[in-house]
């Protein structure tokens, strides 16, 4: 079966620091793996998407993931983070053969000034 | 654009009342996804609707249901409410059925008492 693990509840930051949210992930067949974030009291809201091509991917606000199949990983980056930044991330697969997608438990972030 | 609009934001039931929640997606996307966020958790599969049929169930039991009408909006309905079914509702639309890139709303709170 499918399945996305966040190995970190919680990730500190200082501001200005590169952040990195980890996620692994188990799939059969190809990978389509996807990061949200979730701001207090709202919905999820896309960052980026991994399909197919470059392991690199970049996303909205920054962001960008690093798909690395050897270690079945796909890591959430950003070069500089800021204090509005800090949310609840998710980690994603959509599971193969079927229409549903495999959320993560959550990441907590905080990037303190 | 509007994006994914959800109704109610929030609502209050009792043990064993039913309820319905509604969701409008983003205009020309023709796909809706149901999602159970239990606080602390990552989202949970319910249902995916594309072009007015059901695409994909996931583990919930018979009490819940749903339907995708002509106009592309989807209601979720859920029966004999219970204190379990307290969570975070959350409905998502997606150009195309394999969803690669959901848009979520903002979700409808659901408190059983």
């Known amino acids: 079966a499918q399945s996305v693990a966040q190995p970190e509840d919680q990730v500190n930051v200082a501001e200005g620091n590169p952040l990195t949210v980890k996620c692994t992930y188990s799939?059969?067949?190809?990978?389509?793996l996807f990061w949200y974030v979730q701001y207090p009291n709202r919905g999820l809201q896309f960052l980026l998407k991994?399909?197919?091509?470059?392991?690199l991917v970049k996303g909205s606000y920054g962001f960008e993931a690093e798909f690395n199949k050897s270690q079945t990983s796909f890591h959430l980056k950003k070069p500089s983070a800021l204090v509005s930044d800090s949310a609840l991330y998710f980690c994603?697969?959509?599971?193969?053969?079927?229409?549903?997608?495999?959320f993560g438990t959550g990441t907590r972030l905080k990037v303190l000034a | 654009d509007a994006g994914v609009t959800q109704s109610p934001t929030h609502l209050i039931k009792t043990r064993g009342q039913q309820v319905t929640l509604r969701c409008s997606p983003i205009s020309g996307h023709k796909s809706v996804s149901w999602y159970q966020q239990v606080l602390g958790q990552g989202p949970q599969f319910i249902f995916q609707y594309y072009e007015k049929e059901e695409r994909g169930r996931g583990n919930f039991p018979d009490r819940f249901s749903a339907r995708q009408f002509p106009n592309y909006s989807s209601e979720l309905n859920v029966n004999a409410l219970l204190l379990g079914d307290s969570a975070l509702y959350l409905c998502?639309?997606?150009?195309?059925?394999?969803?690669?890139?959901?848009?979520f709303g903002s979700g409808t709170r659901l408190t059983v008492v």
């Open positions: 994603a697969v959509r599971d193969s053969g079927t229409y549903k997608y495999i």
């Open positions: 998502a639309s997606s150009t195309d059925s394999y969803n690669y890139g959901y848009t």
């Open positions: 991994y399909i197919t091509g470059d392991n």
């Open positions: 799939v059969s067949g190809n990978p389509y």
